[in-house]
């Protein structure tokens, strides 16, 4: 454990920090109601910023510059900054206030990719980690890919810098995500002859009849662009569908009854997660023939959990390849 000793016009703050930190001692400007609920005992760190939670240092009591420094100190950082819940909005925008420091701009690297983004204008999950990394062991050589809700890059580098898809169609219509976006495509030297941005609603301006694969990572659920999903891909030659989602857990599920136009490579590890597998396939096959597809099976590839979002809630992802009859 470390001690800091701050002092400031006589007072003494003394702070300590192990995998946490805590008030040891008392001052005379110290509220008499206790603060300690306000002291975190988890953060996240972004280059040299730290973004604590929601409850973290909102008495007025911590709002002072000394202690600011004193936190940069211990957690050798620049910058605090603080979050609340992400808005229920179209461009799920972030609530983040920044604590100390003057530039919201942060970095964040994940397997050699450099992510920069305006943390109070743009949302980063660190909990798609498994998921960026599963995309980055995709072999998409040869393969144009259409990424649905592409953001700050988030599938769509790893798609271009590590799948090396051939091409690739970004679509977003949230302008300060379309900004970092661009940044991010230069400073991981993509070339701009790999990709182009759609900006604007992608059941707008998704480009149809041209992709291998069509990433739609958007949570609680994607199922708003299925149909213009099934109109990217080829409709002569089909294509995989990378579906995100939320999926309540229950235990009164059953396993749920297959069509005959659905096969599986692989089964869900639960009743809810293959029933809303299952679910989703019956609905992408009733936009399909809108999209070309006059004779198709489809095929669940896979169904695997990216993350917890809430207690009993996952955030699953399935692979579901459109498969058209054998020539």
């Keep these: 454990m470390r001690l800091r000793q701050i002092r400031s016009h006589g007072k003494t703050q003394l702070i300590s920090y192990d995998s946490s930190f805590q008030i040891v001692t008392e001052s005379s400007d ?10 975190p005992h988890s953060w996240e ?3 040299d910023l730290i973004l604590f939670p929601d409850k973290s240092f909102k008495n007025d009591f911590w709002n002072k510059e000394y202690i600011w420094e004193a936190i940069c100190d211990l957690f050798k950082a620049k910058r605090l900054a603080r979050r609340a819940e992400i808005l229920n909005n179209d461009f799920r925008s972030p609530q ?3 604590l100390f420091g003057q530039d919201p701009w942060v970095n964040h690297i994940d397997n050699g990719i450099t992510y920069s983004w305006d943390i109070t204008k743009c949302m980063f999950s660190r909990g798609n980690i498994t998921e960026k990394l599963r995309v980055a062991s995709f072999d998409c050589r040869g393969e144009t890919v259409v990424d649905l809700f592409a953001g700050i890059g988030y599938f769509s580098l790893p798609f271009l810098v590590h799948a090396k898809c051939d091409f690739l169609h970004a679509c977003e219509w949230n302008p300060d995500s379309i900004s970092a976006l661009e940044v991010n495509l230069k400073i991981n030297s993509v070339p ?16 149809q009849n041209i992709a291998d694969r069509v990433n739609l990572g958007l949570i609680p659920s994607s199922e708003i ?6 109109k990217a891909l080829r409709s002569n030659h089909g294509g995989i569908l990378h579906i995100h989602g939320n999926v309540k857990s229950n235990d009164r599920d059953e396993w749920p009854i297959v069509p005959s136009f659905i096969t ?3 089964n869900a590890k639960n ?6 597998a299952v679910l989703t396939a019956e609905k ?4 399909l023939p809108s999209a070309g597809f006059e004779h198709y099976h489809l095929q669940i590839l896979d169904v695997l959990k990216i993350k917890s979002y809430a207690p009993k809630v996952d955030h699953l992802v399935l692979d579901l390849k459109v498969c058209l009859p054998s020539r």
């Design 96 to 98: 983040v206030t920044l």
């Design 192 to 207: 701009s002859n790999k990709y182009k941005i759609h900006f604007g609603d992608n059941r707008i301006v998704c480009p």
């Design 225 to 230: 662009s299925y149909e213009i999903a099934c």
């Design 264 to 266: 599986r490579k692989k």
């Design 284 to 287: 992408i096959a009733t936009c």
């Design 271 to 276: 009743k809810s997660w293959d029933k809303w």
């Design 45 to 47: 760190r972004h280059g």
């Design 30 to 39: 110290k509220p008499e109601t206790s603060i300690d609920s306000e002291i």
